[in-house]
């Protein structure tokens, strides 16, 4: 507390050690304005972190929180005693790694062409189109991609006509390829509705902007280099800051899908872990833990970026 | 306006009557509704369906059905949780779950041979099997089973389950042979294959898959122990001959090498593609559809929809014929191995509705259960309406194709069948015994009217060719059924972690087994053998405890 | 000196004539990869489901049938479904945009004392989860909102992510209109109401669109809190279940007699293509609404002044 106090009251133009309830008193608005929304998280997502207690439990839903038996450290011993957990560990990173480079990179490189489109209606049209599979279900995407990339799908076909190929590629059944796939997949089926949020900042971009490097000589390449660019960068740090807190996140859906017995080594994320030890199996204990590891390391590579970002005097999240 | 229209919403959706009303034991026909929960997934009925709107007037209840959207045992474990139990429980095939939690009435309590004779004449014959004993060593019935109590001799017009097919043009094309090993098998497909190396269109015919996608890997690790000549027990091998059973694990054994070792030979000859380890179940069926796969093991539901995508194009040379292979007696130090794929008919143990423990009226449920035992309402849930549904013709029970179609019709079905219900409570099933009707089949899909009127012209001929009457005719008659029942049915979840390493180092040795360099098979096999036994011993040691266990019940009753 | 302004004069006018041809080729190769899975999904859901189970169709239906739509839509109970699905949908967007902006707004300004305290406590709700028992608890067993329509309501009337995306977009406004307003005499609440929720109009149809098109794709809340409610189900959960039914049907036992007497099937392959688009249209036709303010964009130069 006392730091924040510090803070802002330093921000708030030296008010005096007194001052704390004075300024939140004079502050009484925006405290209206923040007030229902704090009850709100306290009671929908803070109220229910009792359930965190069974990480250290061997729990039983019949027997609830108090009737369970208390393990100690027994689940994350068994949790990092597994070889395929410490892997899955690997797998999570390395490919929520590939996808977050991947889609950030496709979405500001698509946003920043449509913002070069001049006719509205195109405009619209490819905005439209693009972010469509992003309601396909992931069972239907997976399973195209799984016929385009098959031995003798029309990839394959289409390299090989083309003489770029002499053998099929074995694109599914290949572990190396397998998280690069994942990236790929991902990109097409989200490019579309991950630009929305950049189009959208970039309408904030002030025209004059524009107008002003078109006076000073400037290019299409320059005006992106030095007005949308900017424009849109605090919006690109904030989700940067926000995505990398998302690391231990690689989703399971996906690669539950693509996976097959060629590749599971590299395909097991820990949610696909927890989902094939914890939930089915009524180990709520190891799920639990399982997933309190991912907020822990969650929450320490979030303030890491948080931190990074203040020294390189960028927009913070906190 | 959207605002007003909104909040207008939001009051007429809260003060919609919504609170189920369980009504007090002692009225009997006061109206009630009942909550259910089915461990599946299925459609809500429709408002005006007739077999729910008869149950309604004769014992004035009405259900609110819930249906499995989500994972089975996730959904479990939240209304474990929260104790938030239906007054019908069925807990699909984790119904351990339930009553290991004590979520579930003792059924006893209700059903006996002077309260409800007809539900226990229907339970008897397998009471070994059905009555357990708690912690207390009191008997206890938890769930009626919903399916595999069946009356008269046992039905089998096809292979239902596993056996390995093959399409019945390679039959034809090799003037109909028998095939009964491994090595007859794969000679055939060989021999065909280099004949026809594609079909009609040219597109180049693949011998045998192997689907191996997420659960249905059985394709995969299963075969050898039916090669073995035992019927499905999931992943293990059990000796029937002494009563000591002995169970073990198949997968680990010298005797399953030269499965692996065929297939890895077949691999090399270009009979198998390796695209078949990375196919989905899409792809499979799609693969299946086109006709241009000759063979595959497999259990026959699995790919019924390839099956009907077949018939629907009139490539009934490229359907499928379930065979009964085991080992040439060169694998088995020069054993002749006896075939059993079809087993003898079991009950669905611990699988159908239980009582929930929360249920305010549970002997009104059994009691209706009890009438609905009866000939009368069996009739009506299997065949439906006389006259509507079915007609009578000599004696027979029969269905016009018009008839017969609706009954597959899920719209239809809706309206005028109350499968919500009747699938998962208890029911008959086999020959009807006793009246007018007797000899007939209870359900009509064995009807044999039905079963062999509408077959075509092709399998007419086919089974014609070989002499046979039905399909089930190519697989030796069903085997006894051993005391312990099926060694799949039994709950493995104390040993769960095992088993799914067990599994998990399967999936990913076999397929390499099969692609490994034939010189290096040997080598690479032992690594398997090495890494599978520490879970394999575990899984086998349990199971043996549990067969034993199993078989006791029976064999201590008799 | 002179050579290099000619290089960047002409690169200049490459740059203007060369690149919008170069960039709506590119922009049309986008569009066709990302359309081909749409195309495909369409041209499933119309073919007739036997049929498709051979797989290999293309953006073109191969035996034209409406058997899925008409096995789906003949059930009454879809049109009850997708009422409530629609209404939870209108009544969750407008709460979450009314509150999600007013606490971005507060935390937005910098001067605000408890600004840092709320900032991590919200952020910090993206990365935590109590788990699905514990929540299913509270709703259900706490709150009691099981069985009924408030359970879509209530719990999902705040986002954080969204929260952050409308305050980024506040910040990024000019300071000078709090400032100016704040001479004026007009308190925190009036300068939000009247100045900057006006000028949040992209960033809150973006965040409206992400709200809306995550309530009206939710089925877990039904799943878990009204199962057994048929009359309180959501659009997506309906055609889930109608998903999973055909899928069992076709895994359950059959005999020969069944495949004989099939003539018309609906499969899982074609009814979930259908389901999809029946999904998937009603969030077509609403999109342009929205899309016009973020894509469009707005004269914020003139607002400067």
Redesign the interface.
């Known amino acids: 507390m006392s730091n924040i106090r510090k803070r802002s009251d330093a921000s708030a133009g030296g008010t005096r050690k007194r001052g704390f309830f004075a300024t939140l008193g004079k502050q009484w608005q925006l405290v209206l304005m923040s007030l229902p929304m704090l009850i709100y998280v306290l009671i929908f997502n803070y109220s229910p972190m009792w359930g965190w207690v069974t990480a250290f439990q061997d729990y039983k839903p019949k027997l609830g929180i108090s009737g369970s038996k208390f393990v100690g450290l027994d689940n994350f011993k068994w949790l990092f005693g597994r070889a395929d957990f410490i892997n899955s560990i690997r797998n999570t990173l390395a490919m929520s790694v590939i996808n977050l480079v991947f889609s950030t990179v496709a979405a500001i490189v698509l946003a920043v062409l449509l913002n070069e489109v001049l006719n509205i209606a195109f405009k619209r049209t490819v905005q439209t189109v693009t972010y469509l599979p992003h309601f396909l279900s992931m069972v239907i995407v997976v399973g195209m991609a799984q016929n385009i990339f098959a031995s003798n799908g029309p990839l394959n076909e289409l390299l090989m006509s083309s003489g770029l190929l002499k053998q099929p590629i074995f694109f599914l059944g290949e572990p190396k390829l397998f998280w690069w796939l994942v990236g790929f997949i991902n990109v097409w089926k989200e490019v579309g509705w991950g630009t929305i949020i950049y189009i959208s900042a970039m309408t904030a971009i002030d025209p004059c902007l524009y107008e002003a490097a078109s006076i000073d000589g400037a290019g299409r390449f320059a005006k992106i280099r030095y007005v949308t660019l900017p424009g849109i960068k605090s919006t690109f740090v904030i989700l940067l800051i926000m995505n990398i807190g998302h690391l231990m996140e690689a989703g399971f859906e996906l690669q539950y899908l693509l996976q097959s017995s060629l590749t599971m080594d590299v395909a097991q994320t820990i949610d696909i872990f927890v989902l094939k030890y914890g939930i089915s199996k009524q180990q709520y204990g190891v799920a639990t833990a399982a997933g309190m590891f991912k907020s822990v390391v969650a929450i320490i590579l979030l303030f890491a970026a948080n931190t990074i970002a203040k020294k390189l005097d960028e927009n913070t999240l906190i | 306006m959207?605002?007003i229209?909104?909040a207008a919403?939001?009051l007429s959706?809260?003060t919609?009557p919504?609170?189920?009303v369980h009504a007090e034991e002692a009225e009997a026909l006061e109206p009630i509704t009942l909550?259910v929960?089915r461990g599946?997934?299925?459609?809500?009925p429709?408002e005006d369906n007739k077999i729910y709107k008869k149950i309604e007037e004769e014992f004035g209840v009405t259900f609110?059905?819930?249906?499995?959207?989500?994972?089975l045992?996730?959904?479990l474990?939240?209304k474990?949780?929260?104790e938030?139990y239906?007054d019908l429980f069925d807990g699909g095939n984790s119904a351990d779950?339930l009553i290991q939690?004590?979520a579930l009435i003792n059924l006893l309590d209700y059903v006996s041979p002077e309260k409800t004779p007809r539900l226990w004449a229907h339970i008897e014959p397998q009471k070994a099997r059905l009555i357990e004993k708690d912690e207390d060593g009191n008997d206890v019935l938890y769930i009626i089973p919903n399916y595999g109590l069946a009356d008269g001799e046992q039905i089998v017009?096809?292979v239902?389950g596993p056996a390995f097919f093959i399409q019945k043009q390679v039959l034809e094309w090799g003037g109909y042979p028998q095939i009964h090993t491994l090595n007859e098998y794969f000679d055939l497909l060989d021999r065909f294959i280099e004949a026809n190396p594609t079909d009609e269109n040219g597109t180049p015919y693949t011998g045998f898959d192997i689907l191996?996608?997420d659960w249905r890997?059985f394709c995969?690790i299963n075969p050898v122990q039916h090669l073995m000549g035992r019927p499905n027990d999931g992943e293990v091998l059990v000796d029937v001959s002494t009563n000591d059973f002995k169970t073990e694990t198949f997968i680990d054994k010298p005797y399953a090498k030269p499965y692996y070792k065929k297939l890895n030979e077949q691999f090399h000859k270009g009979l198998i593609?390796?695209?078949t380890?990375?196919?989905?179940y899409?792809?499979y069926?799609?693969?299946l559809?086109?006709g241009t796969v000759l063979g595959m093991f497999d259990q026959?539901?699995?790919f019924?929809?390839?099956?009907?995508?077949l018939?629907?194009?009139n490539m009934y040379k490229n359907t499928y014929v379930a065979l009964g292979l085991v080992y040439d007696p060169e694998y088995v130090d020069g054993k002749e191995i006896e075939e059993h794929y079809v087993n003898g008919s079991l009950p669905n143990v611990r699988r159908g509705f239980g009582i929930s423990v929360n249920c305010e009226c549970p002997e009104r449920i059994v009691n209706m259960w009890e009438e609905m035992m009866s000939d009368e309402w069996q009739m009506l849930f299997n065949w439906g309406v006389e006259g509507e549904d079915y007609y009578i013709e000599d004696g027979r029970l029969m269905m016009s194709?018009e008839q017969?179609?609706n009954?597959?019709d899920?719209?239809w079905k809706?309206s005028n069948k109350a499968e919500a219900f009747t699938q998962s409570s208890p029911k008959k099933q086999g020959y009807i015994m006793d009246g007018d009707l007797a000899g007939n089949c209870w359900e009509?899909?064995?009807?044999p009217e039905?079963?062999f009127g509408?077959?075509?012209e092709y399998d007419k001929a086919f089974l014609e060719a070989y002499g046979y009457q039905k399909?089930a005719d190519f697989v030796n008659p069903p085997i006894e059924l051993a005391p312990y029942g099926e060694a799949w049915q039994i709950d493995y979840?104390p040993v769960?972690?095992e088993h799914?390493d067990f599994l998990?180092i399967q999936?990913?040795y076999?397929?390499?087994l099969i692609m490994c360099e034939p010189d290096e098979f040997d080598a690479k096999w032992d690594e398997f053998v090495e890494e599978i036994t520490p879970s394999a011993t575990v899984f086998g040691e349990f199971m043996q405890e549990q067969v034993l266990a199993e078989a006791a019940k029976v064999l201590n009753n008799e | 000196m002179a050579k290099k302004t000619d290089d960047y004069v002409s690169n200049k006018i490459h740059q203007d004539k060369v690149f919008p041809i170069v960039n709506t080729i590119i922009l049309i190769l986008i569009m066709i990869i990302t359309l081909y899975p749409v195309l495909n999904t369409v041209a499933y859901s119309f073919n007739e489901g036997t049929d498709a189970l051979r797989g290999g169709i293309g953006i073109w239906p191969r035996k034209f049938s409406l058997e899925s739509y008409r096995s789906i839509l003949s059930d009454k109970a879809v049109f009850t479904a997708a009422w409530i699905s629609a209404s939870k949908t209108v009544i969750i967007t407008f709460l979450n945009l009314f509150w999600t902006s007013m606490l971005a707004y507060a935390l937005s300004r910098p001067e605000y004392v408890l600004r840092k305290f709320i900032t991590v406590l919200m952020v910090l709700t993206m990365y935590v989860n109590a788990g699905l028992i514990p929540n299913y608890l509270l709703i259900s067993k706490t709150l009691r909102l099981s069985n009924s329509y408030w359970v879509y309501i209530i719990p999902t009337m705040f986002s954080c992510f969204n929260m952050i995306v409308i305050r980024t977009y506040i910040a990024g406004l000019p300071n000078a209109l709090v400032e100016s307003a704040r001479i004026d005499g007009a308190g925190d609440i009036r300068v939000f109401w009247q100045i900057i929720f006006p000028l949040c109009k992209p960033v809150l149809a973006t965040v409206a669109l992400f709200v809306a098109v995550g309530s009206w794709n939710s089925w877990f809340d039904t799943y878990l809190y009204n199962g057994g409610k048929k009359e309180l189900y959501s659009l997506q959960y309906l055609l889930k279940m109608k998903l999973a039914t055909t899928q069992a049907s076709a895994n359950a036992a059959k005999t020969t007699a069944d495949a004989l007497a099939s003539t018309t099937q609906t499969t899982p392959i074609t009814i979930r293509c259908a389901i999809t688009v029946i999904a998937t249209v009603p969030i077509l036709v609403v999109y342009p609404f929205l899309q016009q303010y973020f894509v469009t964009g707005m004269a914020l130069g003139s607002v400067k002044e």
């Open positions: 959207k605002k229209l909104a919403l939001v959706m809260v919609a919504m609170v189920s909550t929960f599946d997934p299925g459609d809500q429709a609110e059905f819930e249906f499995l959207a989500g994972d045992d996730e959904t474990g939240v474990i949780a929260g938030d239906p779950l939690n004590g017009n096809q239902n191996c996608e890997h995969l593609s390796k695209d380890f990375v196919m989905n899409d792809q069926i799609a693969q559809s086109s026959t539901w699995d019924n929809n390839a099956t009907f995508a018939q629907d194009a194709e017969y179609a009954t597959l899920n719209t809706l009509p899909a064995n009807q039905i079963v509408q077959m075509n399909f979840s769960d972690v799914q998990d999936d990913k076999l397929p390499e």
